[in-house]
Antibody
Framework: QVQLVESGGGVVQPGRSLRLSCAAS????????MQWVRQAPGKGLEWVAV???????GYADSVRGRFTISRDNSKNTLYLQMNSLRVEDTAVYFC??????????????WGQGTLVTVSS | IQLTQSPSSLSASVGDRVTITCRAS??????LAWYQQKPGNAPKLLIY???TLQGGVPSRFSGSGSGTDFTLTISSLQPEDFAAYYC?????????FGQGTRLEIK
C-alpha cells in the first residue's frame, strides 16, 4: 500500500536551516509529482511546493527563494530544504502524492506530517 | 486564485443535512477537491473533480459545482463527520485551499 513518511522536523532558530525528508513506498515514486503542504498550529492548510516526476518545481510566494524541493528517485525520497527560516514557517509539514490525469487532480495520499518549530 | 469557504464554523446535530460552500475568485473549471481533517491527522480526500466521490468515502458526502461556485453536502451527519473541511483548487499554481470550515456538534 502507498506509504509516505516524513522526517526531519524539530526546533530551529530563526535564520537557520532544516531539511525535511519524505520516504515513499508502495508505488512507483519516479512516476509521480509530489507536493509539500504545511499547516501552522491551529490554522488552515497552505500549499508550499511541487516537484514533477522529472524535477520541474514550483513554490508558494511565501517560501520562494528560501525553500528548495528536490527528489531522489533512486531512494524513493522527497526533500524540502528550508533555509533562512522564519517564525512564521512554524507548522506541520505534510508531503502528498499528486494525482493528475483525465479523472482530475487531487492529493490522495498524504504523510502523517512532521512538526517544524522556528523559535529563538 | 482565492477560495472563500462559508461558513467558517458550523454547529449541527447528528442526522442534520449540512452544506458548505466554496467560491473561487476566478473560474477553475472542475478542478476542485474537498478534504476532511480531524485533529492530529493528515487531510483525507473526500471528493475530487468537484463531484467525484473518492473510493471508500460514504455516499452521504456529495459535491457539486463548476466554474466559481462549489458545494459540499453531507446528507445526514454522523458522529464521525465532526471535523474540519477544506476545499482546494488545482486549476493553476499556486494551488490554494479555502480557509476551512469547522463542523461542531450542537
Amino acid at each position: 500500500q502507498v506509504q509516505l513518511v516524513e522526517s526531519g522536523g524539530g526546533v530551529v532558530q530563526p535564520g537557520r536551516s532544516l531539511r525535511l525528508s519524505c520516504a515513499a513506498s508502495g508505488f512507483s515514486f519516479s512516476s509521480y509529482a509530489m507536493q509539500w503542504v504545511r499547516q501552522a498550529p491551529g490554522k488552515g492548510l497552505e500549499w508550499v511546493a511541487v516537484i514533477s516526476y522529472d524535477g520541474g518545481d514550483g513554490y508558494a510566494d511565501s517560501v520562494r527563494g528560501r525553500f528548495t524541493i528536490s527528489r531522489d528517485n533512486s531512494k524513493n525520497t522527497l526533500y524540502l530544504q528550508m533555509n533562512s527560516l522564519r517564525v512564521e514557517d512554524t507548522a506541520v509539514y505534510f508531503c502528498a502524492r499528486y494525482e493528475y490525469g483525465d479523472n482530475g487532480r487531487y492529493f490522495h495520499h498524504w504523510g502523517q506530517g512532521t512538526l517544524v518549530t522556528v523559535s529563538s | 486564485i482565492q477560495l472563500t469557504q462559508s461558513p467558517s464554523s458550523l454547529s449541527a446535530s447528528v442526522g442534520d443535512r449540512v452544506t458548505i460552500t466554496c467560491r473561487a475568485s476566478q473560474g477553475i473549471s472542475s478542478y476542485l477537491a474537498w478534504y476532511q481533517q480531524k485533529p492530529g491527522n493528515a487531510p483525507k480526500l473526500l471528493i475530487y473533480a468537484a463531484s467525484t466521490l473518492q473510493g471508500g468515502v460514504p455516499s452521504r458526502f456529495s459535491g457539486s459545482g463548476s466554474g466559481t461556485d462549489f458545494t459540499l453536502t453531507i446528507s445526514s451527519l454522523q458522529p464521525e463527520d465532526f471535523a474540519a473541511y477544506y476545499c482546494q483548487q488545482l486549476n493553476s499554481y499556486p494551488i490554494t485551499f479555502g480557509q476551512g470550515t469547522r463542523l461542531e456538534i450542537k
